[in-house]
C-alpha cells in the first residue's frame, strides 16, 4: 500500500470511529511554540499546575517524549450543543456545568476510539502510542499544524466546520505519512471571546492567564477561590464555555452525535440546592462516569457555594448556611461568604 492509500485508509476508519476531525503532521513542532510555552510559564499564567514545568522539554517537542514518532494523527471529535450553551448561566438557581462535561468523561470516549484505531495501524507494522489530554503533549498546536484549524484568540481551537466544539486526540507513529498543510488563522478582526469573558482571563489576544480563567478556577485550581474573582465566576460551577460560546465560526457547527457526549438532562441547570445537599456517597453517585467525579466532592461543594453567593436568592440562604458548617474548611469559607452575601445581617 502507498502512503497516500494508506493515510485515505486511516482517514476512512477513523470517520467509521466517529471522529468528526482528521489530520496529518509530523512529529514535531517550530522553535516558536516552545518559545510561546517558555513564556507562558514564565510570566506564571499557569498557576499551580506545576505538572506544565516538569515535563516542558517534552512539551515542547515531540522528538524528545517520543524520538522514533514520525508523523502525528490529529483527531477532533465534536460535541456542538444543540441549542444555546449558555442558557443556564442566566439562570441564578441553577448551577451551569460547561457542556462537554454535561455527560460521560471525554477521555474515556476519546480513548476508547483511538485504541481502536491505534491497532488499526499497528497492524500495518507500526509503532503506536495514544494521548488525550495528556499532560507532555501540545495538542493544539499539532492539531493546527495537521489542518484541523487554528488556534483562536481564546487560545483553543477553532474549526471552520465544527467551531469551538472540537475535542482533541493524536496517535503518535513510526509511520511516514503525507502532511496536510497546516490551518491559517481566520480570527481576522473578531475579539468577541475577549470581551465576553466573564474575568478577563484573555489579557491579550492568544493569551490566557490560566490564573483568572473559571475553568483553571473551578477545576484545577485547590484550596480558597480569590475573593476578588468570585463575583465573575457567577453560577459557572465547572468549568466555563463563555468564550468558546461567542465565536462565530460556530454558527457552522452541527450538534455533535457522540452520545456519550450528548447533555444529561439533570445535567443542563441542576438546582443549586439540591447540588448543595449532596455528601460524598450523592456525589459519586451522581458523576459516576462524568469528568466532574475528578474535582471530589470537597471542590465541587466549593464551587457551589460560590454560585449560591452570586445568586442573588433568598432562598438559597439554608444552603449557603449547610455549607458554612461543611466538615471542609474550604467549603466552610466558601459557604460563609455566601451566606454573608444573602443576608449580611445573618454574620457578624
Ligand atoms: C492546561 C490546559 C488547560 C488550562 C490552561 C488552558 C490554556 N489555554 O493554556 C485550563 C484549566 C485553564 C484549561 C481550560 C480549558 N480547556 Co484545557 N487544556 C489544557 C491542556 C492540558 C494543555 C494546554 C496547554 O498546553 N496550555 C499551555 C499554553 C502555553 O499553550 P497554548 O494555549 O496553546 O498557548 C500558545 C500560544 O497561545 C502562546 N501563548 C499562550 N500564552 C502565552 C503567554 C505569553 C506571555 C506568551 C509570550 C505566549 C503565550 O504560546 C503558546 C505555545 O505555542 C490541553 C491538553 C493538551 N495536552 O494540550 C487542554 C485543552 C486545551 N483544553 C481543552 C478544553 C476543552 C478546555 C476548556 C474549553 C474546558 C472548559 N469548558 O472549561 C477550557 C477553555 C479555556 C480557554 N479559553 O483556553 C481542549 C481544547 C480543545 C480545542 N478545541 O482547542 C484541550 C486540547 C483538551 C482536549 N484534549 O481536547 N485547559
Ligand atoms: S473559559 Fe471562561 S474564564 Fe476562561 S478564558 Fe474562556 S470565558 Fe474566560
Ligand atoms: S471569537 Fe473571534 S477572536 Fe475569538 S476565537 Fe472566535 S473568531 Fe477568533
Same mark, same amino acid.
Given at each position: ?35 510561546? !510555552?517558555?513564556?507562558?510559564? &514564565? ?17 515542547? @517537542? ?15 471529535? %465534536? ?26 468523561? /471525554? ?7 483511538? &485504541? ?16 488525550? @489530554? ?18 483562536? &484568540? ?21 509511520? %511516514? !505519512? ?21 474575568? @478577563? ?13 473559571? %475553568? ?21 460551577? /465547572? ?20 452520545? &456519550? ?5 439533570? !445535567? ?21 462516569? %462524568? ?58
Amino acid at each position: 500500500m502507498t502512503e497516500s492509500a494508506l493515510k485515505a485508509a486511516i482517514i476512512a476508519k477513523a470517520h467509521a470511529l466517529g471522529f468528526d476531525s482528521v489530520g496529518i503532521t509530523r512529529a514535531s513542532l517550530p522553535p516558536a511554540r516552545a518559545s510561546g !510555552l517558555h513564556e507562558y510559564l &514564565k510570566a506564571g499564567h499557569h498557576g499551580s499546575m506545576g505538572w506544565m514545568e516538569t515535563r516542558a522539554a517534552e512539551r515542547a @517537542d515531540p522528538q524528545t517524549l517520543w524520538p522514533e514518532a514520525i508523523s502525528v494523527i490529529s483527531l477532533g471529535l %465534536s460535541y456542538a450543543p444543540f441549542g444555546d450553551a449558555l442558557a443556564a448561566t442566566r439562570i441564578p438557581e441553577a448551577g451551569n456545568i460547561s457542556v462537554y462535561a454535561r455527560n460521560r468523561d /471525554y477521555h474515556d470516549v476519546i480513548k476508547g476510539k483511538l &485504541k481502536h484505531l491505534a491497532q488499526f495501524v499497528a497492524r500495518r507494522g507500526a509503532g503506536v502510542k495514544v494521548f488525550v @489530554d495528556t499532560a507532555p503533549v501540545m495538542e493544539k498546536p499539532l492539531a493546527q499544524q495537521a489542518g484541523l484549524g487554528w488556534t483562536g &484568540k481564546h487560545t483553543n481551537l477553532v474549526s471552520r466546520r465544527h467551531g469551538s466544539w472540537l475535542l482533541l486526540g493524536e496517535i503518535f507513529t513510526t509511520l %511516514s !505519512l503525507p502532511p496536510d498543510a497546516p490551518h491559517a488563522d481566520r480570527c481576522g478582526n473578531c475579539h468577541a471571546c475577549i470581551t465576553a469573558c466573564p474575568t @478577563d482571563a484573555i489579557p491579550a489576544p492568544y493569551r490566557l492567564d490560566a490564573r483568572r480563567c473559571i %475553568s483553571y478556577l473551578t477545576i484545577e485550581h485547590k484550596g480558597p477561590i480569590p475573593e476578588a474573582l468570585r463575583p465573575g465566576i457567577g453560577n459557572r460551577i /465547572y468549568g466555563c464555555d463563555d468564550c468558546l460560546a461567542v465565536c462565530p465560526w460556530n454558527k457552522f457547527a452541527q450538534a455533535g452525535h457522540e452520545a &456519550k457526549l450528548t447533555q444529561r438532562e439533570d !445535567l443542563t441547570a441542576p438546582r443549586l440546592a439540591s447540588l448543595a445537599m449532596l455528601d460524598d456517597a450523592g456525589f459519586r453517585t451522581m458523576f459516576a462516569g %462524568s469528568p466532574i467525579k475528578r474535582i471530589g466532592r470537597a471542590r465541587f461543594a466549593r464551587n457551589v457555594a460560590i454560585a449560591i453567593g452570586n445568586s442573588q436568592s433568598a432562598a438559597l440562604r439554608p444552603a449557603a448556611r449547610a455549607l458554612a458548617n461543611d466538615e471542609d474548611a474550604v467549603v466552610a469559607e466558601a459557604g460563609a461568604w455566601a451566606a454573608q452575601r444573602l443576608d449580611p445581617s445573618s454574620f457578624p
